[in-house]
């Protein structure tokens, strides 16, 4: 694992035949780390500037708008508990099946999501992340128009830590 980086998802676990060099296993754990809500400025250098994140709810293109939705895992939900993951594939993209517990703040709804998670990556770095929730995108004029109004949306609400300092300050 790259030091510096504070990844906490060190343990990786892979299907029977699946390995994955050390480079690889510290974009796998920087992701793992990122869906737990614990993201940090260093590990979003990690990915490349004009990386993209899309999930059924959002189309995050570029730096700005991926960060955001990182960050703004930690403003929605109280609790995040991966309760399983296991890396399937180690090409490009590396592939893992991932299961997660997520509980929104004030009204304390929890809802369970098990998804495929693709890391695309070139040069070391992260070009994209699909969650594909139970091994779907939606697809669609109208779902796309959505996905693209919350990643213009989260930006303005969502603020992301401008240095260390402030990334400290919020316990990442």
Known sequence: MSSGLNIENTNIKTAPGVTLEEQQKTLVGSVLDLFAGRPSLEKLQLWKDEGVFED???IAEGRKQYEAQWYGLQSAFSEIERLEHEVTSSGNPIS???KTRY???GIGMEQTISSVV???HEGGKITKVQDK?????PEGAIANAFRNLNSVTVPK???VPKNKE???????
């Not at 929730?133 to 995108?137: C, E, F, P, Y």
């Not at 402030?166 to 990442?172: I, K, T």
């Open 56 to 58: 059924p709810i959002t």
């Open 96 to 98: 893992l099946n991932m």
């Open 103 to 105: 509980k929104v703040k």
């Open 118 to 120: 693709n890391i695309f």
């Open 133 to 137: 929730w139970n091994g779907k995108l």
């Open 157 to 159: 609400i969502i603020s």
């Open 166 to 172: 402030e990334d400290a300050a919020r316990g990442n």
